[in-house]
């Protein structure tokens, strides 16, 4: 364990365990409806999780990326600047929403509306992490690793500072971390 980590909440175990299940949910509630998603994952956070993710979906996917990040001073509105945009034409097409963890709801929701608004066939959400309490916006991921309580969290795809993405667990960092 890294030495500035307190206590890890979802071991590397865990956290594959959990993304076969997923997996499986995946592709079966595609299939169901014979759709094939795009599976469109936010940078960087959720890198680690899309690439775990991904073996144990069993559908002809293709992934792409976008990197947003919300405006100064705005963050109450939930606007946000789109960094870097999808290369891949959505019109009409149905998209899978990779995220490493749902906060406030606030960059899920927005970039959601943001591709049904350019034409896309269906928005859902897949998220390796929730924080349910922190929400301040109406959003309910379709699928989830697991809930989180109102804790700061890093590894696996999660940063601070950007430190800490490389880790093959979610834990919680030493309070003199922070500092
Ligand atoms: P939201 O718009 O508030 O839902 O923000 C979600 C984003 O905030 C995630 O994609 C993360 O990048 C970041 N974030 C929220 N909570 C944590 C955390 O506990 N650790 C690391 N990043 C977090
Ligand atoms: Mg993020």
């Known amino acids: 364990m890294h030495s500035d980590i307190k206590k890890i909440l979802f071991s590397e175990e865990e956290i594959i365990e959990r993304s076969k299940q997923l997996g499986a949910q995946i592709t079966e509630d595609y299939k169901k409806e014979g759709r094939i998603p795009l599976v469109v994952a936010l940078l960087r956070g959720s890198v680690p999780f899309l690439a775990e993710l991904i073996k144990y979906v069993d559908l002809d996917i293709e992934y792409d990326f976008m990197d947003v990040s919300s405006y100064e001073g705005t963050e ?104």
């Open 76 to 179: 109450s509105i939930g606007d946000i600047r789109i960094i870097k945009d999808l290369d891949t034409s959505i019109k009409g097409v149905d998209i899978l929403l990779v995220e490493d963890i749902v906060d406030t709801g606030r960059t899920i929701q927005t970039v959601g509306r943001t591709l049904m608004h350019k034409g896309a066939n269906s928005v859902k959400i897949v998220t390796l992490l929730d924080k349910p309490s922190r929400r301040e916006v109406e959003v309910v991921p379709d699928y989830i690793g697991f809930q989180v309580e109102n804790e700061f969290v890093v590894g696996f795809g999660m940063d601070f500072n950007q430190k800490y993405r490389c880790l093959p667990y979610v834990g919680v960092l030493k309070d003199e971390c922070y500092q």
